[in-house]
C-alpha cells in the first residue's frame, strides 16, 4: 500500500515536473527569437522618434503614448467602477439569487473572448454612442474588458479580510461606511492593486478590442487628443507581422516593438509583486 502511495506520488511530480519544464522552455525560445532579434533595432532614437514612411522607418513613439494614454483610460472607468461593484457586492448585498446570478454573470464575462468585446464596443460606443472610431471609445471598451476580472479579483481581496475585524470596529461605535473605508479597504489594498496592475497590463496588450474601436494603421505624429483615432503597441505589431505590404523590410521593427510590449507588461507585473510584497511586509 505504502509502495503504491509512493510510485502514485513519483509520478504525480513528474507529470507537474515535465509540464513546467515544457512550458519554461517554449517561453524562454520565445523570448530567446524576440529578444536576440529585437534588441538589434532597440536604441533611444527607435522609442522616440515618429514612425514613417509607411511604418518602414522611424520609430515607435506614436504607438508608446497610444499605449499609455489608452491604459490610463481604461484605468480611469474601469478602477472606479470594478472596486465599488465589487464592495457592494461584498460588504452590502445580501445572500439572494440575484446577487448569485450577478456573480455567476460576471464570472462568464471574464471568459467572453475579447474580440466580441470589439463588437460589443463597436456596436456601442463607434456607433450607438456616436464617439467614432477614438482612443475614448477604445479605452471604454477596453474598460468593459476588464471590469469583470477588477470586480472579482477586489471581491476576493475583501474576502480574506476577518469578519472579527468587522464586527470590532462596528462595536467601538464605527459605521458600516467607516469601516469599510479605515479597515477593510486598507487591509485588502494589496490583493486589490494587484488584480488592477496585472488586469491593466493585460488590457495593455490587447489588440482585438481596439481593431474595431480606433487603432489606426499608421499616424506620423502624437496626439493627446481622445477624440481621434491612435497608433497602440499590439495592434502595430500586428500589423507590422501580418498585413504590412513590405513584411521583410519591417520584420526587424516588428520585433523591436514586440520587445518594447513585452518589457511593459514585465514592468506592468512586477510593478503588482512589488505593491503586493511591500503591503505584505507592512502588515507585518
Known sequence: MQLRKNVTSVIEWGTLLLSTS???FFLLVILYEICSKGSAVISWEFVSSLPK?????GGI??????TVLLTLLTALFAIPFGVCCAIYLQEYAKSSW????????IRNLSGVPSIIYGLFGLALFVQGLQFGTSLLAAGLTLGLLSLP???TTTEEALLRIPNSMREAALAVGATKFETIKDIVLPSSMSGILTGVVLTLSRAAGETAPI????????INQ???SVNQEFM???????????QHQSIDEVRPIAYGTALVLIVVVFFLNLTAFIIRYKYRQHDK
Open 61 to 66: 513613439l506614436t504607438p508608446i503614448v497610444g
Open 149 to 151: 476580472y477588477i470586480i
Open 222 to 224: 502624437t496626439s493627446l
Open 53 to 57: 514612411e509607411g511604418m518602414t522607418r
Open 98 to 105: 440575484l446577487t448569485r446570478l450577478i456573480r455567476a454573470s
Open 232 to 242: 497602440a503597441l499590439p495592434y502595430h505589431l500586428y500589423m507590422l507581422s501580418t
Open 211 to 218: 481593431l474595431f474601436t480606433g487603432a489606426a494603421f499608421y
Open 22 to 24: 515544457l512550458v519554461c
